[in-house]
């Protein structure tokens, strides 16, 4: 037997070792990452809840690890706004880096469409653990439940009960309660020791988040029932409100003391120098007693709700997802949310539990917890609420510490949330119902007259078969129609419904006159031939090129913009944001442009014919007011107006010009002919004079024009013999352009064409053969 050589045993250990790591690896944990952020360095929730879900996988089999990430203001400057930007910038882009995110409640539905539906994830008997009138504010997206509580917070009234005994006095239960009690006592403690720094009452009206949580919960004490909702911001409540909210300060504090907050509310928490003091529901002094904020009447209460969700990542694997949901769902299970309640005096999010004898005989006031009178922050009207909440605050500040009025700053307000639009409520403005009045009006009177397409007196199918007519009508109508969808709510639908209308409009529109000056072209030619033989393979080509254009405009379609007013107010706008999306845009208004090039081209060579003189002239002048309304609507759409009346207005206007003016010279204009023809032959003449002076006028610019070509010629003989040999080329040259040159001015200034197929409408269309021959 041959022994191994020491090489080979060397290898056969390495083989071993790694076959082992790979073993190792492959019935391993799966590693969860998690990032969270602490208001404080030394983190009693987030961080002992992943101890113990790791505690709890390892002696359960699991194979699950959560590694945390947990921010502070000891490893990072990062402010929680700035948390939440870096979260969003990390799911914006799509990051598989972490797994599971705590997050500060108020940004549930701006980060909700980057979570996990736990509805499919998790038990339904879960979630309504966690169901109340708070859930769609506080953990539900767009119908998606993406976030479960960490932790809830409530804010509490502070109240120093050592002052309240010493002068025999109440727990204020009103606003006007606190101020005559607060004034009371600071006034006797005055008397004995005047150079105590004893405070009243603190405003939190700081420049951060807790000036917007003060003023939201200080108007809703303010409700006139416990069961109203809040006022609205613009009601009388929110304005009384507002006033005894300065009242408190102007009375028992100061503008420095009412804007402070963080470090100056923890000092008097813990040195017990204050009679009152609002904060977060936490430890605090034992001379203070925890009780609900007053409210403008006794039995009305309130306090702001704050707190940490829970989520998952849809950017993770699903294996990962799978596994987060399980660490999610041990987090905000009932026994764990009893334990952590229990031992840091916390409000769970889970109601039953304050009803549990063992949660209420700890150090949770249960009694408390049931009388607080909760409001959220309006997060779910507000997708970027940290714009809302520091425009919200600078506005309430402007009168808190300023001298606007109550009335003026709440308007404000009430911009900074309502979208404003023109719609057929004239609370706001009549001009959406005026508006849609005379646009129905228009549109019938447009609808019905298309009856006079099919009344032989009027000879319309001597210019247009009656289909064409129609589909004319039919364009001018849906240009016009654009006009309905800037009334009410801008949607995405309502941006494509419009481009829609104005392509096909358009299109439908032009089609039709360019189909009659082809097939008028005043010299024979195979391709008018075809054309007036074939109409409907013609039209329905320039209907599948436009057809594919708006099928590319749906592959990224329109987005909604909002566009802010200098006066704050907000209103929205269709807005075509991907580069793809622009650059068919362009190809569209290319595709525009060259129709109505070769519109042009067509009308000024046969500018002269007989049989559509008057036609000429009238589509002409359409044509102009359209190009104008084209250019017009393409420079409303380069830059924003900002004013949501006014950008009404422009496009309606633009709308309606090219409507009405394309109804009246292209359609209208021959009843309204008719009808003068008939009644009054003096008329009738005058119109023939003015017609026979533009032909007069045609033929006196025509001779001109040919004496002039004579002059020219002459003159390039006489170089031409001076010089014949070296000017040869460029004479055949200019030969063949004043040979083109003839040719247009020949086109131009022709009477009558060389085939009666113009009159016609097709070769089978014997009663309009019939009217032409005639």
């Not at 022994?3 to 190792?24: G, M, P, V």
């Not at 966690?130 to 804010?155: A, M």
């Not at 209103?571 to 595709?591: A, E, G, Q, R, W």
């Amino acid at each position: 037997m041959r022994f191994l050589s020491l090489t080979n045993i060397k290898l056969i250990h390495l083989l071993l070792f790694i076959l082992l790591l790979l073993f190792s690896l492959s019935n391993g944990e799966l590693l969860i990452s998690a990032l969270a952020y602490s208001y404080t360095d030394d983190d009693q929730i987030i961080t002992p809840l992943i101890k113990k879900f790791n505690e709890y996988s390892k002696n359960n089999n699991l194979n699950i690890k959560v590694k945390l990430n947990i921010i502070t203001p000891s490893n990072s400057t990062v402010y929680i706004s700035d948390y939440g930007t870096t979260i969003e910038t990390l799911l914006s882009k799509k990051s598989d880096k972490y797994d599971i995110y705590f997050y500060d409640n108020v940004y549930t539905k701006r980060y909700g469409k980057y979570f996990v539906n736990f509805k499919k994830k998790i038990p339904q008997e879960h979630l309504n653990m966690y169901k109340s009138e708070f859930s769609s504010d506080l953990y539900i997206s767009n119908d998606r439940w993406v976030g479960l509580p960490v932790q809830v917070d409530y804010r509490v009234l502070y109240v120093n009960m050592d002052l309240l005994n010493k002068y025999n006095m109440e727990i204020p239960r009103t606003w006007d309660e606190l101020i005559k009690t607060g004034r009371y006592i600071y006034d006797e403690e005055a008397k004995n020791n005047p150079n105590n720094d004893l405070s009243i009452y603190n405003g939190s009206l700081d420049a951060d988040e807790s000036g917007t949580s003060t003023t939201i919960e200080f108007i809703y004490s303010f409700r006139k029932s416990k069961k109203d909702p809040p006022p609205e911001f613009n009601s009388p409540e929110a304005i009384e409100a507002l006033e005894k909210l300065k009242e408190l300060k102007n009375r028992i504090s100061s503008d420095e003391e009412f804007s402070q907050y963080g470090s100056y509310v923890f000092s008097k928490l813990f040195n017990g120098k204050s009679i009152f003091l609002k904060y977060w529901y936490t430890n605090s002094h034992p001379v203070y007693k925890k009780v609900p904020l007053p409210g403008r009447i006794e039995g009305i209460s309130t306090s702001c709700l704050g707190g940490n969700n829970i989520a998952v990542s849809i950017f993770s694997s699903k294996e990962k997802q799978d596994a987060a949901v399980k660490v999610v769902e041990f987090i905000t299970s009932k026994d764990i949310k009893k334990e952590f309640s229990i031992k840091n005096d916390l409000y769970s999010g889970i109601a039953s539990l304050y009803d549990d004898e063992e949660v209420c005989s700890s150090k949770i006031d249960c009694e408390l917890f049931k009388n607080l009178q909760p409001v959220v922050r309006p997060t779910r009207e507000n997708e970027d609420y940290d714009e809302f909440s520091l425009n919200f605050r600078n506005y309430i500040y402007e009168y808190i510490f300023g001298n606007k009025s109550a009335e003026e700053v709440l308007n404000n307000v009430v911009n900074l949330r309502k979208v404003y639009m023109i719609s057929l409520d004239t609370k706001d403005s009549p001009i959406g119902l005026i508006s849609f009045i005379l646009l129905c009006l228009l549109s019938c009177i447009m609808i019905l007259s298309i009856i006079f397409v099919f009344i032989p007196t009027f000879k319309l199918q001597d210019f247009l078969p009656s289909d064409f007519w129609i589909l004319l009508m039919m364009g001018i109508i849906m240009v016009f129609s654009m006009s309905f969808t800037e009334i009410g709510e801008i949607t995405k639908l309502n941006c494509h419904l419009r481009l829609f209308l104005f392509s096909f409009g358009f299109l439908l529109n032009m089609i039709t006159v360019l189909y009659k000056l082809i097939i008028c072209f005043p010299e024979e030619n195979k391709f008018s031939i075809w054309v007036g033989k074939h109409r409907y393979i013609f039209i329905s080509l320039f209907i599948f090129i436009n057809m594919i254009i708006n099928f590319l405009f749906l592959l990224h379609p329109y987005d909604i913009k909002d566009v802010q007013e200098d006066n704050g107010k907000h209103f929205k706008i269709c807005k075509l944001n991907h580069m793809s999306s622009i650059s068919i845009k362009y190809i569209l208004i290319f595709f525009m442009s060259l129709i109505l090039l070769n519109i042009i081209i067509l009308v000024f060579l046969e500018w002269n014919i007989k049989s559509t003189f008057l036609d000429i002239r009238m589509f002409i002048s359409s044509i102009y007011i359209d190009i104008l309304s084209f250019i017009l609507f393409i420079i409303i759409e380069l830059y924003e107006i900002r004013n949501y009346i006014g950008y009404f207005i422009i496009r309606i206007i633009i709308y309606s010009v090219y409507g009405v003016s394309n109804f009246i010279f292209m359609f209208f204009y021959k009843i309204i002919y008719y009808y003068i023809k008939k009644s009054s032959e003096n008329k009738e003449e005058g119109i023939n004079t003015i017609i026979n002076n533009l032909k007069n006028e045609i033929d006196i610019s025509s001779e001109k024009a040919s004496t002039s070509r004579f002059i020219s010629t002459k003159r390039s003989e006489i170089g031409e013999t001076s010089n014949r040999s070296s000017t040869y080329q460029s004479y055949l040259q200019h030969r063949r352009s004043l040979s083109f040159y003839n040719k247009i001015l020949n086109y131009h200034s022709r009477q009558e064409i060389g085939r009666s197929s113009c009159s016609t409408v097709t070769n089978n269309d014997h009663t309009s053969n019939e009217r032409s021959n005639n």
